[in-house]
């Protein structure tokens, strides 16, 4: 799907002033942890584990544009139709981790991609715009995000395949 995600940004550049997320850190947040120590690193892997056993891949299908904030200064991102099991997955990881007294953002869960931050969004019809199309999640990961200058670098420090029940 990053391919396509490429070919939605690219038009969206032009009439859209921001700070666009580069290929490589674009993703879908399951549970969004904050500041947590690497003193936790174990019972985080350990709830991902346990939140992501017997889980296929999952479904993503994009179908609108949203935004974050004021029009001029957004979070512009792609959403995701709903999904019971990514709504699942999400539930379930959020679940683990309180099992475990580790601190997440609890705002809902929205299946989104985040395609630009500090985002100026034009009045009016944006330019057409090729959507992407289906595509499947076939991994789950925590990652460690370092904020700088030019924006967060996101490192996977462990992750799972999706692999669905065993037979």
């Not at 999952?58 to 990514?86: M, N, V, Y």
């Not at 395609?115 to 595509?135: S, V």
Request: aromatic residues 6%.
């Amino acid at each position: 799907m990053q391919d396509e995600i490429s070919e939605l940004v690219r038009p969206l550049r032009s009439c859209v002033p921001g700070r666009f997320v580069p290929r490589e850190n674009r993703h879908v947040t399951l549970a969004f942890l904050g500041d947590a120590p690497a003193s936790l690193l174990p019972d985080i892997e350990e709830a991902l584990e346990a939140a992501a056993n017997g889980i296929g891949r999952i479904a993503l299908q994009p179908d609108r544009l949203g935004k974050f904030g004021r029009s001029s200064d957004a979070t512009l991102w792609l959403g995701l139709a709903e999904s019971p099991e990514l709504t699942m997955l999400s539930a379930t990881l959020r679940e683990e981790l309180r099992r475990r007294d580790i601190s997440f953002d609890d705002k809902p869960f929205l299946a989104h991609v985040t395609l630009a931050r500090r985002a100026r969004i034009p009045q009016g019809n944006l330019p057409p715009l090729p959507f992407p199309g289906l595509a499947y999640a076939t991994h789950v990961a925590v990652f460690k995000s370092t904020l700088s200058s030019e924006g967060a670098l996101y490192e996977e420090i462990y992750g799972i395949d999706l692999k669905g029940p065993q037979s």
